[in-house]
């Protein structure tokens, strides 16, 4: 199957800093990326829908100069979190699309801000 | 809106078959499943597309009824690593492409 990267599996920083976040698809070529948030026990919470060479479309409530996505190449997908707080802290999981528009998920980022 | 399922929690023994529901409050372009390992990204099942659609492998098969706002998935004979968390994944017939919103999760527990 489609192998999905992501990169730090975790990471730990100050508040007020950035941190960004790397999604690769390693074998097969993404137009159509996502990002999701993920608190503890709960579902999948879709952020945003990052398309190749385009601006990314952001969910309601999800602020678009807090979460920055770039989605550079077919195989390359980045969110940076700015100026991160607390409550920012959570589980960040990728997907990518797959032909038959399944979706390839990441293994996670885990996020904790002091 | 999110999908509902259920039931939101079940232990099984090993060997006993398990129903998970999903339920939608509007008509479905399709419906994915996904099985979540606790610390681990969600992993791709399967998707139905077509009303009256029934897939899947011998003990891991899934339902979608003819007016595409339910679907059911079934664990056959459950083994061990059954246990995790399944979401279903919806796209709304007529929202964005391939935009899914998951449902609120079955927690499966199989024990021996």
């Known amino acids: 199957g489609a192998v999905v990267s992501q990169h730090p599996s975790r990471v730990i920083c100050k508040s007020g800093t950035s941190v960004k976040i790397e999604c690769r698809s390693l074998d097969f070529q993404a137009t159509t990326m996502f990002w999701y948030r993920q608190f503890p026990k709960q579902s999948l919470m879709l952020m945003a829908t990052s398309n190749e060479g385009s601006k990314a479309t952001y969910e309601q409530g999800v602020e678009k100069d807090k979460f920055l996505i770039n989605h550079a190449s077919l195989t390359l997908s980045t969110l940076t979190v700015t100026s991160a707080h607390p409550e920012d802290s959570s589980f960040y999981i990728c997907s990518a699309r797959g032909l038959l528009n399944e979706q390839f998920f990441g293994p996670g980022t885990r996020l904790t801000v002091l | 809106q999110q999908p509902v399922q259920s039931p939101q929690a079940v232990i099984l023994r090993e060997g006993e078959d398990a129903v998970i529901n999903c339920s939608s409050s509007?008509?479905?372009?399709?419906v994915h499943w996904y099985r979540q390992k606790h610390g681990e990204a969600p992993v791709f099942l399967m998707i139905l597309l077509k009303g009256g659609e029934q897939k899947g492998h011998e003990k891991i098969s899934a339902s979608f009824n003819e007016k595409k706002q339910q679907s059911s998935l079934y664990l056959t004979a459950s083994q061990l690593s059954y246990s995790g968390t399944y979401f279903c994944?919806?796209?709304?017939?007529?929202?964005?492409?391939?935009?899914?919103?998951f449902g609120t999760g079955t927690r499966l527990q199989v024990t021996l």
């Open positions: 509007k008509a479905l372009y399709s």
């Open positions: 994944g919806t796209e709304i017939l007529g929202g964005t492409a391939s935009k899914l919103t």
